[in-house]
T-cell receptor, first 114, second 114 residues
Framework: AQSVSQHNHHVILSEAASLELGCNYS??????LFWYVQYPGQHLQLLLK??????LVKGIKGFEAEFIKSKFSFNLRKPSVQWSDTAEYFC????????????FGQGTELSVKP | ETGVTQSPTHLIKTRGQQVTLRCSSQ?????VSWYQQALGQGPQFIFQ???????GRGNFPPRFSGLQFPNYSSELNVNALELDDSALYLC?????????????FGPGTRLTVT
């Protein structure tokens, strides 16, 4: 069965530190890739997405992610985190031509210390 | 542009009861997907409705059923509630039922089964 794995359950950083959250998926076909963020008390919001083209995608709030097909990975990065980035981050995959069903990873909780 | 709305916000039910959760899709969207998010986990796909027809189903038993109406709003019904059904139920709307279009999530309904 297809699955998405996020490497870290909880990450704690100080402000201005760089961030990289790992995401790997298990599916050999064409995929669409997403990162969603859930700020405390808020609903899931789309950070960025990859459908095709340039494997380095930029999202909102200075986030970016790189799709490496050979590694089945879609890691999320930000050069300098802020306290306001404290949230839970979910990587998700949808399989091409299978109705848009999203398969989510278990999430990574990011805590940024001021 | 009106976002995805869900009702009720919170709900407490007793084991064996039935529950109906409601979702209004974002304006212009014809596809609604439902997800179950247990505490500390990523959302799990329940099913998707596209133009009033079920368009994919996850690994959930038949006591989880749904409907989509001509205005593209949707209901999730759960019969014979079990304690493990306690979770946050998320609705997401999107445009199109076949491709991995980005999904916009509502705030969720928190269901507690006692």
């Amino acid at each position: 069965a297809q699955s998405v794995s996020q490497h870290n359950h909880h990450v704690i950083l100080s402000e201005a530190a760089s961030l990289e959250l790992g995401c790997n998926y298990s599916y050999g076909g064409t995929v669409n890739l997403f990162w969603y963020v859930q700020y405390p008390g808020q609903h899931l919001q789309l950070l960025l997405k990859y459908f095709s083209g340039d494997p380095l995608v930029k999202g909102i709030k200075g986030f970016e992610a790189e799709f490496i097909k050979s590694k089945f990975s879609f890691n999320l990065r930000k050069p300098s985190v802020q306290w306001s980035d404290t949230a839970e981050y979910f990587c998700a995959v949808s399989l091409y031509n299978q109705g848009g069903k999203l398969i989510f990873g278990q999430g990574t909780e990011l805590s940024v210390k001021p | 542009e009106t976002g995805v709305t869900q009702s009720p916000t919170h709900l407490i039910k007793t084991r064996g009861q039935q529950v109906t959760l409601r979702c209004s899709s974002q304006s212009g969207h014809n596809t609604v997907s439902w997800y179950q998010q247990a505490l500390g986990q990523g959302p799990q796909f329940i099913f998707q409705y596209y133009r009033e027809e079920e368009n994919g189903r996850g690994n959930f038993p038949p006591r989880f059923s749904g409907l989509q109406f001509p205005n593209y709003s949707s209901e999730l019904n759960v019969n014979a509630l079990e304690l493990d059904d306690s979770a946050l139920y998320l609705c997401a709307s999107s445009l199109g039922g076949q491709e991995g279009h980005e999904q916009y999530f509502g705030p969720g309904t928190r269901l507690t089964v006692t």
